[in-house]
C-alpha cells in the first residue's frame, strides 16, 4: 500500500477521480497548497519506507566475501529522495461542481419525501384505521432513521444528513398526527406541538450520538435540536397561561444543554445556545410589554413581570460568568440593566405623564451619571440605559415642542402685539424640558473621547443654545404673549452667534473657525425661525426681522470666516424688506407707499457692501417686494414711474461711488428714460421731446466726458447717437408741421451746433447741424417754390450750369483742398 497515491483521497481513502477539486465523500479539498504539501510529505513517506524495506533485505542477506576496493565515493550533492508526485494540473472551473450535485440531489429527495409523507396522511389518514396509521408512521420513520445512520455508516454523509431531516420531520408528524388521532386524549394543539418540538430535539440528539470510525458526526439532527426547541417553547406557550415561567425554565434548561454539548456535540452547542436566545429575547420582550401594559405594584410584582424582568436581567450576566470573558460579562450586565430600570420606572407609567416624565429623568440622569463616574473598564454597563433612558426624555421634549407649536399656531392670523398664547394644556410637565435635553447632550458629551481630562468639543456652548431653545418651549407651554417667546427666541439667537464670535481662534483656524461658522450659522437660523413663529403678528414679524438683521450685521462685519460672512450677507436683504414691510403695516402705512423706502434702503446697502452675495439678494427682494406696492396704489402708471426713478437714482449712484460699477451708468440712462416715459404717457403727452431730449442731453454728456478723458477719441463714436436722437424725431415732426415754433427751435439748434462743429473743428456736429439745417430750410422754402415763374428757376439752372462748368477745374482743386481740411477735423 502506498501512502500517496493520487486516486485515493487521503482522508477517507475513498476514490478520487482525476482532475476532482475535492473529495466528493469527505469534501476535502484536494487543491489547496496544504493538499499539495501533504501529498509531498506522503511521497517522502513512501521513500523512507522503501530504503526502510531495502536495509531489512541487506541485513537478512549472507555476508560477501570481502574484497580490496577504493575509498566509496561520496554521494552526489543533489542526491536524495525521489521527487515528490507533482499534482495534476487544476482543470478550468465551469458549472457546478462534483460535490455540490449530490447535496442538491438528496436535497430535493428528502424535501420531495417529506411532502409525500404529509400528503399521504392527508389523504389516507382517515381510511386506514388506528393500526394502519400506527405501522405507517412507525415504518417510515423507523425507515428514515435508520437509513440515515446506514448511510453515514457507509461513508455518503452527504445521503446521510438528507435523510435524517426526514426522520425528523416525520418525527414531528408522528406527534402531530397522533394528537389528530386521539392519542392524546382532550389535550390542546400547543403540547401537541410541544411534545413534537421535544420528539425532534430528543431525536436529534439521538441521532447525533452515534459515530462510525473516525467519521464526523451527522451534523443535520444536531441543528434540528435547536428547531425543535424553539418549537416545542411555542407550544409550551400556547398550552399553559404562565408563559414568563414557561420561557424562563426553557432558558435554564437551554443553557445547560449547551454547556453539557460544548465539546461533544459543538454543532448542538451552538443550534441551541442560538435557540435559547431566541426564547430568551422573546420572554424578555413580553416581560416589557406586560410591565408597561399593567404597570401597577400589584400587576408589575404580584402578577409576574417584574420578578421576569430582574429574572431575565440575571440570566445575562450567566454567559460572561460561566465562559469568563470580562466582555462578555460587561455586555450582559448593560442589557440587564436596562431590564431593571425598566422594571423600576414602569410603576411611574401608571400615573400621570408628568410624574412619568420625573422619574425617567432622574433614572436617566443617575445612570448618565453613572457612565462618567464609573471606571473605564465598568463604564459600559451603564451605556445601554443611559442610551435608552436618552432617547425617552427626547421623546418627551419631542411631545413638548408639538404642543407648543400647536399652542402658537392657533392664534388668528393679524393679530396684535399683546396676543397671549392659548390653546391645548401640555401634555408633559413644561418645567422638565430643559434637563430633559440637557441630560442626552451631557451623556454624547462623556462618549466623545477626553484629551487631558476635557471634552474634545465644546459641548458647554452647545449646551447653552440647546437650553435657550428649550427654555423657549417651556415659555410656550403657559399662557405667555407671543412677543416674550419671540423675543426669548431672538436672545438665544444673538446669544449662539456671540458665542461663535467669542471662540478661540488658532493660527490656521480649523477647529475654532469652525466651530465659530456652525454657531454663527445656527444663530441665523434661529433668528429665521422666529419670524415664522412671529407669523400671527404682524407687530411681531417685524420685532423678528429687526433682530435677524441685526445678527446678520453682527456675523456679516465681525464674523471671522469667509462661509459665515458670506451666509450673513445673503440675509441681510430679506430680513430688511421684511422689517421695512411688516413695520409699514403694523405703523398702518398703505402698501403703495412703502415700495419706495425699501428699494432706496435696498440700494444703500447695495451700495455700502459692492458684493455679489449683497447686490443679488437685494435684487431678487426687490424684484418680489416692489411690484405689490406697485400694483397697490391708484395710480399704477405714477406709482411705477416713481419707483423708477427711484431706481436710477440707485444705480447712479452705485456707479458713481464704486469705480467697479461704472458699468450700471448704462442700465440707470435707460431706467430714467423709462420713467419718463411712464410718467408723460401716464399724463398724456404725445410730442416726442420729452421722450428723447433727457435721453439725448444725456448721451451727449457722457461723450463729452469721454472726449475730455481721451482727447484722441473721434466726435462720430461719442456724440453722434445723442445729437442724432436729439434731432430726428423733431425732424420728422417739423416735415408735417413747417411753420411752428418746433421748426424754429430746430433750426436755431441746427445753426448753434454748425457753428460750434466748425468752431471746434468737431465732425459729429458740424455733419448733424448742417444736414438737418438744410432740410429744415428746403422745408421752409417749399411753400413758396410754386409761385416763382418757371423760366425764371430755368434761367437759374443754366446760369448754374454754365458757372459750374467754367469753373470745373479750378474749384475741383478747391474741393480736394476743403476734403482735405475737413479729413483733418476731429
Not at 476535502?28 to 501529498?39: G, K, T
Not at 410754386?786 to 439752372?797: C, K, N, R, S, T
Amino acid at each position: 500500500m502506498r501512502y500517496a497515491d493520487p486516486d485515493l483521497c487521503p482522508d477517507c481513502r475513498s476514490d478520487l477521480p482525476r482532475g476532482s477539486a475535492a473529495c466528493a465523500t469527505c469534501a476535502l479539498p484536494v487543491r489547496h497548497p496544504l493538499a499539495v504539501e501533504l501529498f509531498a510529505t506522503l511521497t517522502r513517506a513512501d521513500s523512507l519506507v522503501a530504503q526502510l524495506r531495502s536495509v531489512a533485505t541487506q541485513a537478512t542477506a549472507p555476508p560477501a566475501a570481502p574484497r580490496v576496493a577504493g575509498p566509496v565515493p561520496p554521494p552526489p550533492p543533489g542526491a536524495g529522495p525521489a521527487a515528490s508526485y507533482p499534482p495534476p494540473p487544476a482543470p478550468p472551473r465551469a458549472g457546478v461542481g462534483t460535490a455540490v450535485i449530490p447535496k442538491i440531489l438528496l436535497g430535493l429527495g428528502a424535501f420531495c419525501l417529506l411532502a409525500a409523507a404529509i400528503g399521504f396522511l392527508a389523504v389516507a389518514w382517515s381510511v386506514i384505521g388506528v393500526g394502519g396509521r400506527t405501522a405507517v408512521l412507525l415504518t417510515l420513520t423507523a425507515a428514515a432513521t435508520g437509513g440515515s445512520l446506514l448511510l453515514n455508516k457507509a461513508g455518503l454523509r452527504i445521503a446521510g444528513e438528507s435523510m435524517s431531516v426526514v426522520a425528523l420531520g416525520m418525527m414531528l408528524l408522528d406527534v402531530i398526527g397522533g394528537h389528530s388521532a386521539g392519542w392524546f386524549g382532550d389535550s390542546s394543539a400547543g403540547w401537541a406541538v410541544a411534545a413534537g418540538g421535544a420528539v425532534m430535539a430528543l431525536g436529534g440528539t439521538g441521532m447525533a450520538l452515534p459515530r462510525f470510525g473516525d467519521g464526523p458526526r451527522l451534523v443535520a439532527p444536531q441543528v434540528f435540536v435547536g428547531i425543535g426547541y424553539v418549537v416545542g417553547w411555542a407550544g409550551l406557550v400556547a398550552a399553559l397561561d404562565h408563559e414568563l415561567i414557561a420561557g424562563h425554565a426553557l432558558v435554564a434548561l437551554g443553557a445547560g444543554i449547551t454547556w453539557l454539548s460544548r465539546t461533544a456535540l459543538p454543532v448542538r452547542a451552538w443550534s441551541v445556545g442560538i435557540a435559547t436566545a431566541v426564547v430568551w429575547s422573546a420572554t424578555a420582550a413580553y416581560g416589557v410589554v406586560l410591565a408597561f401594559a399593567e404597570p401597577d405594584l400589584g400587576g408589575l410584582w404580584i402578577g409576574g413581570s417584574g420578578w421576569s424582568l430582574l429574572a431575565s436581567a440575571a440570566t445575562t450576566l450567566a454567559p460572561g460568568l460561566v465562559l469568563r470573558k470580562r466582555d462578555l460579562l460587561i455586555g450582559g450586565a448593560s442589557v440587564g440593566a436596562v431590564l431593571v430600570t425598566i422594571a423600576l420606572v414602569a410603576p411611574a407609567v401608571d400615573e400621570s405623564a408628568r410624574i412619568a416624565g420625573a422619574v425617567t429623568l432622574a433614572v436617566t440622569a443617575a445612570w448618565v451619571a453613572a457612565y462618567r463616574l464609573l471606571p473605564a473598564t465598568l463604564r459600559m454597563v451603564a451605556l445601554a440605559p443611559a442610551a435608552i433612558g436618552s432617547l425617552a426624555l427626547l421623546a418627551f421634549v419631542a411631545v413638548t415642542s408639538v404642543v407648543a407649536l400647536v399652542r402658537i399656531a392657533g392664534i388668528g392670523a393679524g393679530s396684535s402685539f399683546e396676543v397671549v398664547l392659548r390653546g391645548p394644556d401640555p401634555v408633559t410637565e413644561p418645567l422638565l424640558t430643559v434637563p430633559s435635553v440637557l441630560v442626552p447632550l451631557a451623556f454624547l458629551a462623556f462618549l466623545q473621547p477626553r484629551r487631558d481630562g476635557r471634552t474634545g468639543a465644546p459641548w458647554w456652548q452647545a449646551g447653552a443654545v440647546i437650553g435657550g431653545l428649550a427654555t423657549v418651549i417651556t415659555l410656550a407651554s403657559y399662557d405667555v404673549p407671543l412677543a416674550v417667546v419671540v423675543g426669548c427666541v431672538g436672545l438665544v439667537a444673538v446669544g449662539s452667534m456671540v458665542l461663535g464670535l467669542v471662540a478661540p481662534s488658532t493660527g490656521s483656524g480649523q477647529r475654532h473657525d469652525g466651530r465659530q461658522t456652525a454657531l454663527g450659522l445656527v444663530g441665523l437660523g434661529i433668528g429665521a425661525v422666529g419670524i415664522l413663529l412671529a407669523l400671527p403678528s404682524t407687530p411681531v414679524v417685524a420685532v423678528a426681522s429687526g433682530m435677524l438683521l441685526g445678527i446678520a450685521l453682527i456675523g456679516h462685519f465681525l464674523g471671522r470666516t469667509t462661509e459665515l460672512r458670506g451666509v450673513a450677507a445673503v440675509t441681510l436683504s430679506p430680513a430688511l424688506a421684511v422689517l421695512v414691510w411688516t413695520a409699514g403695516l403694523a405703523n398702518d402705512v398703505d402698501a403703495a407707499w412703502l415700495g419706495m423706502p425699501l428699494l432706496a434702503l435696498l440700494g444703500l446697502l447695495a451700495i455700502a457692501r459692492p458684493r455679489l452675495e449683497v447686490e443679488v439678494p437685494a435684487v431678487l427682494v426687490a424684484v418680489a417686494a416692489v411690484p405689490p406696492a406697485i400694483f397697490a396704489g391708484d395710480d399704477a402708471g405714477g406709482s411705477l414711474a416713481l419707483h423708477l426713478v427711484v431706481l436710477g437714482a440707485v444705480l447712479s449712484a452705485t456707479a458713481l461711488v464704486h469705480e467697479s460699477r461704472r458699468m450700471l451708468v448704462w442700465v440707470a440712462v435707460p431706467v430714467f428714460a423709462l420713467a419718463s416715459w411712464v410718467w408723460f404717457g401716464d399724463k398724456g403727452v404725445t410730442a416726442p421731446e420729452p421722450y428723447t431730449l433727457p435721453i439725448a442731453a444725456a448721451l451727449v454728456l457722457l461723450g463729452l466726458l469721454h472726449l475730455r478723458r481721451h482727447p484722441d477719441a473721434g466726435t462720430e463714436v461719442a456724440l453722434l447717437p445723442g445729437l442724432l436722437l436729439g434731432t430726428l424725431p423733431s425732424l420728422v415732426w417739423v416735415l408735417g408741421d413747417p411753420v411752428s415754433l418746433r421748426a424754429l427751435a430746430l433750426g436755431a439748434a441746427c445753426l448753434v451746433l454748425t457753428i460750434a462743429g466748425a468752431a471746434l473743428r468737431w465732425s459729429a456736429p458740424l455733419l448733424v447741424g448742417s444736414i438737418v439745417g438744410s432740410v429744415v430750410v428746403l422745408r421752409e422754402m417749399g411753400p413758396y417754390a410754386a409761385d416763382v415763374p418757371q423760366w425764371v428757376w430755368i434761367g437759374l439752372a443754366g446760369a448754374l450750369l454754365t458757372t459750374v462748368g467754367i469753373t470745373w477745374e479750378r474749384r475741383l482743386l478747391d474741393v480736394r483742398n476743403a476734403v482735405g481740411a475737413i479729413g483733418r477735423l476731429r
